[in-house]
């Protein structure tokens, strides 16, 4: 069975800093991984995702991830925060992989919520 | 082009009465999820249906729970007999699988509706 961990509830940066946002995963099968961004009151938008191929992402609003197996992390980052990246984020992985096509089930973390400060 | 969308947004009922959401995925997408999303926790899967079969559901779904998607288009998910513990956030999503889309490929990408919150008084 996939898990996911995600490393702190919540996460405070000043706008401009760096943002870092950590994910640890447990799978049996190559994982799809991926990271949800939600505003209060919305549902769940895709940031990014990894598949195959280049273990570096790149999602919208400047987000990017790097997937490494030897590590089992999915840490998302942004080389500078804004204040409208103040959201909660989820780090999900899919379940059972066969001959590239995901069965769709996601396993999603807890959670991180993000506080941008002035 | 619409995305997925979930009526009602907010349902506030009274313990012990039964409420139905229903779900209509994107248009062609031939896969559909139900989630349930608690505060402070992140969305844990309730069931999945692939066009009108139900392919899975997980233990949280309880017998007083059911999901149905009839024509394999929109989803209804009814709560018999609420209890507090029901209150959530319950998000449907839905995808393509199967087929190569310009939208998605079949990676596991889901994309969601923006809920419809239960509160049991």
């Known amino acids: 069975a996939q898990s996911v961990t995600q490393l702190g509830s919540h996460v405070s940066v000043s706008e401009g800093a760096l943002v870092l946002l950590r994910c640890n995963y447990s799978?049996?099968?190559?994982?799809?991984l991926f990271w949800y961004v939600q505003y209060p009151n919305q549902g769940l938008q895709l940031l990014l995702k990894y598949t195959t191929g280049a273990t570096l992402v790149k999602g919208i609003n400047g987000f990017e991830a790097e997937f490494k197996k030897s590590e089992t992390s999915f840490h998302l980052t942004k080389p500078s925060a804004h204040m409208s990246d103040a959201a909660e984020y989820f780090c999900?992985?899919?379940?059972?992989?066969?001959?590239?096509?995901?069965?769709?089930?996601?396993?999603f973390g807890q959670g991180t919520i993000l506080t941008v400060h002035p | 082009d619409t995305g997925v969308s979930q009526d009602p947004r907010h349902k506030i009922t009274k313990r012990g009465q039964n409420v139905t959401f229903r779900c209509d995925p994107i248009s062609e997408h031939n896969r559909l999820y139900w989630y349930r999303q608690t505060l402070g926790q992140g969305p844990e899967f309730l069931t999945y249906f692939q066009n009108e079969a139900q392919l899975e559901k997980s233990r949280l779904l309880s017998d007083r729970f059911s999901a149905e998607r009839p024509k394999g288009s929109f989803s209804t998910l009814e709560i018999q007999r609420t209890e507090q513990g029901d209150s959530a956030m319950y998000l449907c999503?839905?995808?393509?699988?199967?087929?190569?889309?310009?939208?998605?490929?079949?990676?596991?990408?889901?994309?969601f509706g923006e809920g419809s919150r239960l509160t049991v008084l």
């Open positions: 999900a992985v899919s379940d059972l992989y066969a001959g590239g096509t995901s069965y769709g089930k996601l396993t």
């Open positions: 799978s049996s099968v190559p994982p799809y």
């Open positions: 999503a839905s995808s393509r699988v199967g087929y190569p889309s310009i939208r998605e490929s079949n990676t596991g990408e889901l994309f």
